[in-house]
Nanobody, 117 residues
Framework: QVQLAESGGGLVQAGGSLRLSCAAS????????MGWYRQAPGKERELDAD???????TYPDSVKGRFTISRDNAKNTVYLQMNSLKPEDTGTYYC???????????WGKGTLVTVAS
């Protein structure tokens, strides 16, 4: 099993920045891709960014140029640097990790990001 712990959320003004961290523990050697997803009240969870074991990254157009995902394998941690934040970025941000061993997608408990206008 894999356990994921997110941190770094908070309240920021529009145009500000936050850096989210996700520390993985457990069966860390089974992890392949990792990613960040957001969920706003009344909306479905959607992708913010993902990163492969080879450090290839994927971003939706809504965050491209503003968000950057990175991975530190030595620390078993993935980061999401968020710049030029907008009120519509508000939501709970969840870290995810795909287990290569069992194919299960693991999730953290989430960290709340609030962007004030």
């Amino acid at each position: 099993q894999v356990q994921l712990a997110e941190s770094g959320g908070g309240l920021v003004q529009a145009g500000g920045s936050l850096r989210l961290s996700c520390a993985a523990s457990g069966s860390i050697f089974s992890i392949s891709a990792m990613g960040w997803y957001r969920q706003a009240p009344g909306k479905e969870r959607e992708l913010d960014a993902d990163i492969s074991s080879g450090s290839s990254t994927t971003y939706p157009d809504s965050v491209k140029g503003r968000f950057t995902i990175s991975r530190d394998n030595a620390k078993n941690t993935v980061y999401l640097q968020m710049n030029s934040l907008k009120p519509e970025d508000t939501g709970t941000y969840y870290c995810s990790a795909v287990s290569l061993r069992d194919g299960v997608d693991y999730w953290g408990k989430g960290t709340l990001v609030t962007v004030a206008s």
